[in-house]
């Protein structure tokens, strides 16, 4: 029976092999996207479930109320790890834990790679596979280093047993490989490429054992049977107790192993969201676009109803029931989709690898996974289940005695419906349109924003205790190259919160204590290098080695000290005052699309952890990286020339919104390829019926343009009133968009027109091919038989 009603399919799909393609065509563009989708979505909500105990691992962030706003950190003060432990039952393991980027020697060079000293407790916590060594030995010393096998492959090539080994950092520190842990996933939150032993950290940092430092990631695992409730109100009372704040002070919280990278985001101390919404967004895109394929299924089957009408009548009279005639037609639909899989997949194995460029990942589309087979069988029957539903029922109810005598198939309520499905189609066609422009109009307002400072031609690099000793040297041999226009070090990256804190005082009239600052230690350039803008004042002094005993604000810090001239007001810092000299205009830097915090600028190199090089405009930056190069080499022979511009680190920033734009681009293009596909086989169809009229039309004299007008004039219609419902759908969901920035575009009127437009203009040239192609035929061919 089954074999019956696919051999029956295949002699109707051969029959009508165009249409046939237009429907298969277009359900295999609908099912590439939804299964780059579902494989884009799988990735991200598989983050951090390589971890064997995700359900009792929790990160532990920090919430700040400064001037009455909750602000979450991440950070944590040093010890805090610890007294979770010591004085929480619930918590069974906890580790401190603080990235860095070590300089390992590699043959006659040396590369830098990114760790973390953590306690002994993280191998546990996460469950870390050891191939050489064990968890219990590895961190017994401080010498103590654990590496991964990528990294060991790096440092001393395959199949080489490491344990014991001594490996010399640039700045002269040994350290010994006590372990080599299997590679991490690619999709963790936290990676690694090697881990030591925090204690060797701390021993050199004295400022930070006390809990008014906020510094370090800290990690806990609970013990299987804690109640989450009670184990995280006893982590919020942690640090009110340490610091002996008031109930609206600083307090820690539990943050689950599962929402590190999709529920990231957080307001007034509240998780609100995060990666999340792009993985709804896009499922939905996903379903939209497959909706739209299935659409086109429904419109090009009840079109040829006419077509198939004698058949109906005649396996009727024969005594086929309308149970069969719909499991017939079920059959063909899911024959349709089932070839359009197979064509999706091989269009899948082409298009993954630009899609992984464009979403930066590694996907892979592995077929041999149980899960992947399950999607696309269970998208193959959607599909056609669902196209094929309504057009199965529409044409097995036609009546045989109707149909055998010749009378014509009603079709208004399918008529109907058909319209109301190109209507549809080009619907969501259109919000993709708009919502295409405006995202990338509100990438472009961002980017083009005044920034304070000129990231152009801005290049920045680490720095490290040989460069700060001989930093005055080392401008010297850049500026004399002829490429650099100036050169400055500075604590963090300009586009970076940096570090920050409270508790500064000044003369105002009010309260000071809660307000938040961030703190920048510069050299005497750093102004002019990055091309900020002194508004009162002056910079500080060249001359001195350090104008350690004065300061500069930002704008909004001078606001705060009230009115009149911040100028030789006294800014005190754990009672040691600083003298204002000048104010800078201020700039941005951490949430791009808000606005910065106050400022305080020292003229202090020792905590220079960054040095940042202006090329000259004139200077293409490839000869000015090789001269800079050249100079770095010679005076820091040891250290990695890692670089970056802060033009790239600023776009990066805005990597999210990037791959919305990038991806509405692509969503729209093919919710109007699938939606062109269906008006040219509705436009082919409605063409093959008027043929008559047309021929008729021709012999009494009318134009091909009239002719063209004639058969274009109702599809433009359907596009019109697309129009008129798309865009207050388009304007409310991206009017509830941007309400996300703060720092955002308004719609325009102008968006509206061009996307209906264009709209109208991709409809009018795909019905016109028929049109047109009909307009010229010659009106006998079309005349002479019945």
């Not at 280093?145 to 002269?172: A, C, F, P």
């Not at 101390?269 to 659409?295: D, E, M, N, S």
């Not at 919502?435 to 109009?441: H, K």
């Not at 090089?613 to 005076?635: F, G, P, Q, T, Y």
Request: net charge neutral.
């Amino acid at each position: 029976m089954i074999l019956n009603y696919i051999k029956i399919a295949f002699r109707t799909l051969l029959k009508n092999k165009g249409y046939s393609f237009l429907n298969i065509f277009g359900l295999a563009i609908g099912m590439t996207c939804a299964s780059l989708i579902f494989l884009w979505v799988e990735d991200e909500v598989s983050f951090n479930t390589s971890f064997e105990k995700q359900d009792q691992i929790y990160y532990v962030p920090t919430n700040h109320n400064f001037s009455g706003e909750w602000r979450t950190f991440y950070s944590t003060p040093g010890p805090l790890a610890k007294a979770l432990k010591d004085e929480i039952p619930e918590v069974i393991r906890s580790a401190v834990t603080i990235g860095a980027n070590l300089v390992f020697p590699i043959q006659d060079d040396h590369i830098g790679s990114i760790g973390k000293y953590a306690d002994e407790d993280i191998f546990e916590i996460f469950s870390l596979a050891f191939i050489e060594g064990n968890a219990k030995d590895a961190f017994k010393s401080q010498e103590a280093i654990v590496l991964t096998e990528e990294m060991v492959v790096l440092l001393y090539g395959e199949n080489t047993k490491v344990l014991g080994k001594t490996i010399r950092m640039n700045n002269g520190d040994d350290y010994m490989v006590t372990g080599v842990i299997e590679n991490l996933p690619a999709n963790v939150t936290f990676g690694f490429n090697w881990l030591a032993p925090f204690e060797r950290y701390a021993k050199r940092q004295n400022d930070i054992l006390g809990y008014d430092n906020n510094f370090a990631d800290t990690f806990v695992e609970l013990s299987p049977e804690a109640n989450f409730e009670i184990a995280d109100r006893k982590v919020r009372q942690i640090l009110l107790k340490k610091n002996g704040d008031s109930p609206t002070g600083t307090y820690a919280f539990l943050h689950t192993i599962k929402d590190w990278h999709l529920r990231s985001k957080f307001e007034d101390g509240k998780v609100v969201g995060g990666r999340i919404a792009y993985v709804r967004l896009f499922t939905i895109i996903a379903i939209i676009i497959l909706l739209i394929a299935c659409i086109n299924f429904m419109n090009l089957s009840t079109a040829r109803s006419e077509k198939r009408a004698n058949e109906v009548g005649v396996k009727k009279a024969m005594g086929s029931g309308r149970s069969r005639l719909i499991i017939q037609f079920i059959s063909e639909a899911l024959l349709l989709a089932f070839i359009a899989t197979l064509v999706s997949i091989l269009v899948l194995f082409v298009l993954l690898p630009q899609f992984n460029l464009l979403v930066e990942k590694n996907l892979i589309l592995g077929l041999a996974k149980p899960v992947h087979i399950l999607f696309l069988l269970g998208i193959t029957l959607v599909c056609g289940i669902f196209a094929g539903l309504y057009p199965a029922f529409y044409l097995s109810a036609f009546k045989p005695v109707e149909v055998l005598k010749g009378l014509k198939v009603t079709q208004g309520s399918a008529t109907f419906i058909r319209k109301g499905l190109v209507v549809g189609q080009f619907t969501i066609s259109i919000v993709f349109i708009i919502a295409t422009i405006l995202v990338y109009q509100q990438i472009q307002h961002v980017k083009n924003r005044d920034l304070g400072y000129d990231k152009n031609q801005l290049l920045v690099m680490r720095a490290n205790d040989e460069v700060i000793q001989k930093f005055s040297v080392i401008k010297r041999d850049l500026i004399n190259t002829g490429a650099v226009k100036n050169t400055a070090l500075c604590n963090s990256v300009v586009l970076s919160g940096g570090s920050n804190r409270t508790g500064l005082k000044w003369d105002s009239a009010e309260p000071t204590e809660d307000v938040l600052i961030s703190l920048r230690h510069v050299s005497s350039e750093f102004i002019q290098t990055i091309g900020m803008e002194i508004v009162e004042g002056r910079d500080f002094s060249t001359i001195l080695i350090q104008d350690s005993t004065n300061v500069l604000i930002t704008q909004s810090f001078a606001d705060l000290m009230g009115k009149g001239s911040a100028l030789g007001k006294k800014v005190t810092i754990d009672e040691k005052a600083y003298q204002v000299k000048g104010v800078v205009k201020n700039y941005l830097y951490g949430d791009m699309y808000g606005t910065s915090d106050p400022v305080l600028f020292f003229n202090n190199t020792n905590y220079g952890n960054f040095l940042y090089v202006k090329i000259e405009d004139e200077i293409s930056a490839a000869l000015a990286i090789s001269k800079i190069k050249a100079v770095m080499k010679k005076h820091n022979p040891v250290f990695p020339f890692d670089y970056n511009f802060v033009d790239n680190i600023f776009d990066a920033r805005f990597k999210n919104e990037e791959l919305i734009g990038k991806l509405s681009q692509l969503f729209a293009l093919l919710a109007i390829l699938i939606s062109c596909l269906g008006l040219f086989g509705l436009a082919a169809y409605t063409v093959e019926r008027s043929s008559k009229e047309i021929g008729i039309r021709k012999v009494l004299g009318a134009s091909v343009s009239g002719l063209v007008k004639l058969l274009s004039k109702d599809f433009l219609r359907l596009v019109g009133i697309s129009i008129l419902i798309a865009v207050p759908i388009a304007w409310y969901a991206m009017e509830n968009w941007l309400q996300d920035y703060a720092y955002r575009i308004e719609i325009n009127l102008w968006i509206f027109i061009v996307a209906g437009v264009l709209a109208i203009l991709v409809a009018l040239l795909t019905v016109s091919f028929q049109a047109i192609k009909a307009a010229l035929a010659n009106p006998v061919d079309s005349l002479r038989t019945e």
